[in-house]
T-cell receptor
């Protein structure tokens, strides 16, 4: 079974609108971390936001917020007021356990912002 | 903060030659570094995990004699693709994390595009 599932291969969103990128995960470990990364066409992986499994509140970082629904095992990324520069691939990733464990990545969602 | 550099960004080489890629954490000490490979329009595939001063742990299916990893210091890890062949052409990207970060976030370098002719 896939540990990280991103069901949207591509999305087109009008500039200035909000967008939600879906991510569901599968783990039996009670301690885990969820990450979102942005990969522009240049290839670099840019860290956006983190949510820990024990965090009581949804993470927020500027225009990025994470809709964490633990019971549903989902960690959707919400980008508010989208900008043209938001066009990129977005990857959801999970780290199980603690102690510099490896990340498992989803297949990614390509987001295109339309002017 | 949390800047990771990678060098070179591009490399083109002839089949049979070896290529070394450097990954440096510029403003923090990286207790762990990771090496990934990414094929076009695919996700990242972890190749190996390395801790400073110890041997790298390779993922299943990754040839350790083909992809030599050295993590000699808390700021530098190198990946050497030995006797490169066209099928080794790919995008290689490293990441680094520190045990002092409670989130243990991996910060990525800009990547290296390798083309083997």
């Amino acid at each position: 079974a896939q540990k990280i599932t991103q069901t949207q291969p591509g999305m087109f969103v009008q500039e200035k609108e909000a967008v939600t990128l879906d991510c569901t995960y599968d783990t039996s470990d009670p301690s885990y971390g969820l990450f979102w990364y942005k990969q522009p066409s240049s290839g670099e992986m840019i860290f956006l936001i983190y949510q820990g499994s024990y965090d009581q509140q949804n993470a927020t970082e500027g225009r990025y917020s994470l809709n964490f629904q633990k019971a549903r095992k989902s960690a959707n990324l919400v980008i508010s007021a989208s900008q043209l520069g938001d066009s990129a691939m977005y990857f959801c990733a999970m780290r199980e356990g603690t102690g510099n464990e490896k990340l498992t990545f989803g297949t990614g969602t390509r987001l295109t912002i339309i002017p | 903060g949390a800047v990771v550099s990678q060098h070179p960004s591009w490399v083109i080489c002839k089949s049979g030659t070896s290529v070394k890629i450097e990954c440096r954490s510029l403003d923090f000490q990286a207790t762990t570094m990771f090496w990934y490979r990414q094929f076009p329009k695919q996700s990242l595939m972890l190749m190996a995990t390395s801790n400073e001063g110890s041997k790298a742990t390779y993922e299943q299916g990754v040839e350790k004699d083909k992809f030599l990893i050295n993590h000699a210091s808390l700021t530098l890890s190198t990946l050497t693709v030995t006797s490169a062949h066209p099928e080794d052409s790919s995008f290689y990207i490293c990441s680094a994390s520190t045990s002092q970060d409670p989130q243990e976030t991996q910060y990525f370098g800009p990547g290296t595009r390798l083309l083997v002719l």
